[in-house]
């Protein structure tokens, strides 16, 4: 199961390069067209006030890539990274791309993960590529 990450400051980055799968990084400038199943990993950056929470514009190529040709049709799940220490927004990205598109939140990690969060992501991916099948659950 290849992977398509965004990061913006390297932490998704570093995380997605300790892993053993192929992965292509998604780039403001760039029309990404996916083929094949895949899984999204994204950071979360968003505003938070009490009447609303929102992805902050830094995260529009994530939403752009899903949307063009249809990319998110080949998404088989979503994974978030962030940070626990921003509470209510952490992995509000992924929350918010999981419930626009109705795909599956499968997992999230902090920062760079940990080698159990590697060894997780891979055990994902391996279970999805043999046939696994998941539910989607509003995460919002």
Same mark, same amino acid.
């Given at each position: 199961?290849? /992977?398509?990450?965004?990061?913006?400051?390297?932490?998704?980055?570093?995380?997605v390069?300790? &892993?053993?799968l192929? +992965?292509?990084?998604?780039?403001?400038?760039? #029309?990404? *067209?996916?083929? *094949?199943?895949? /899984?999204?990993?994204?950071? !979360?950056?968003? *505003? *938070? !006030?009490p009447?609303?929470?929102?992805?902050? #514009?830094?995260?529009?190529?994530?939403? #752009?890539?899903?949307?063009? +040709?249809? +990319?998110?049709?080949?998404?088989?799940?979503?994974?978030?990274?962030? +940070?626990?220490?921003?509470?209510?927004? %952490?992995?509000? &990205?992924?929350?918010?791309? !999981?419930?626009?598109?109705?795909?599956? /939140? /499968? %997992?999230?990690?902090?920062?760079?993960? &940990?080698?159990?969060d590697?060894?997780?992501?891979?055990?994902?991916?391996?279970?999805? #590529?043999?046939?696994?099948k998941v539910?989607?659950?509003n995460?919002?």
């Amino acid at each position: 199961m290849k /992977l398509a990450y965004f990061s913006v400051t390297g932490q998704t980055r570093r995380f997605v390069s300790k &892993t053993d799968l192929p +992965n292509v990084e998604i780039t403001p400038d760039d #029309d990404l *067209e996916m083929d *094949e199943p895949f /899984l999204l990993i994204t950071p !979360s950056y968003a *505003e *938070e !006030s009490p009447t609303v929470s929102k992805s902050i #514009d830094v995260m529009d190529p994530v939403f #752009d890539f899903m949307a063009y +040709n249809d +990319n998110y049709k080949h998404c088989r799940g979503i994974i978030g990274t962030g +940070n626990r220490n921003f509470a209510g927004i %952490y992995i509000f &990205t992924a929350k918010e791309v !999981s419930a626009k598109y109705q795909i599956p /939140l /499968l %997992y999230d990690f902090e920062f760079n993960g &940990t080698p159990a969060d590697v060894a997780a992501v891979e055990k994902l991916a391996a279970q999805l #590529d043999q046939g696994a099948k998941v539910t989607f659950k509003n995460p919002l």
